[in-house]
């Protein structure tokens, strides 16, 4: 709720088998806007508390769902009904404005949950939910999970951990949103992009996962035509090579700069 780190960027992987087990063990930060996303830390996997045993019993009493890219999983406004545990992919979640904006709230990676806060069902839900890859979920209901959690004490201290994570993270984003300038905030999103995603090129570091000029302005708060002009602005400057959904970056020290820079 998943940006975006004003943290150090760790060193970019070289290929793609490297990015992918960094993001793997980085799985429960996802991608979401905060100052320092060390800050917030991040809780453990779902199921890495349970035994085989206790892992097997919250399988059977789940549905194991696919959803293709751009599918929704839950409507802002749709009753609440449980939850959905990501084994792979990644789901976007996002706050529709009545003026129809939206702005994202986290992108979650395997391991974590989205459909919250109302887990046992109950109420609507306050925001949306939209694969924004192919993705395997395991939906729980919140009758089934109710039970669950008695059973299974460290399901229960799972689910709070998660929530209060969530929590933090869409606390850190409305203090990214209320105190940092749009620029700041496409700054600090392009380099934790880099520390995630980033891959060697010839030209620069390569942001080795695809967003859109669309996806980058809902994440900042931004319109898609404010990011289009400031991406060019700074290919223009040689901090960045855009094009399309492809975007290198040149120039870490400049953006690192900018982040604390104001309009």
């Not at 669950?148 to 850190?172: D, M, Q, R, W």
Request: glycine share 10%; net charge positive; charged share 20%.
């Amino acid at each position: 709720m998943q940006v975006f780190a004003a943290a150090a960027l760790a060193p970019w992987r070289a290929t793609a088998q490297s990015r992918t087990t960094a993001a793997q063990k980085k799985s429960s930060q996802s991608l979401l806007l905060t100052e320092n996303v060390r800050s917030i830390g991040g809780p453990p996997a779902l199921f890495e508390t349970l035994s085989q045993a206790e892992r097997e019993i919250v399988l059977k009493h789940g549905s194991r769902r696919v959803f293709y890219r751009g599918q929704t999983l839950f409507n802002q406004g749709s009753k609440h009904d449980g939850i959905f545990l990501i084994e792979t992919g990644r789901v976007r979640v996002f706050y529709t404005a009545p003026s129809q904006r939206e702005i994202t709230l986290a992108y979650w990676l395997p391991g974590n949950f989205v459909g919250g806060p109302e887990i046992f069902g109950g109420g609507v839900h306050q925001w949306s939910g939209v694969a924004s890859s192919n993705s395997s979920v395991v939906h729980l209901s919140g009758k089934d999970l109710r039970k669950l959690v008695v059973e299974i004490p460290n399901l229960a201290i799972g689910l709070i951990e998660g929530l209060t994570f969530k929590g933090k993270c869409y606390s850190a984003l409305a203090q990214m949103l209320g105190t940092r300038s749009i620029t700041e905030r496409l700054a600090q999103l392009l380099l934790h992009l880099v520390d995630l995603y980033g891959l060697k090129d010839p030209e620069g570091i390569l942001i080795g996962a695809a967003f859109t000029h669309t996806d980058l302005a809902h994440m900042v708060g931004a319109t898609r035509q404010w990011v289009t002009i400031s991406l060019k602005r700074l290919h223009k400057k040689n901090i960045v090579l855009s094009s399309r959904s492809r975007i290198i970056v040149r120039r870490l020290d400049v953006l690192q700069e900018m982040r604390g820079r104001k309009d």
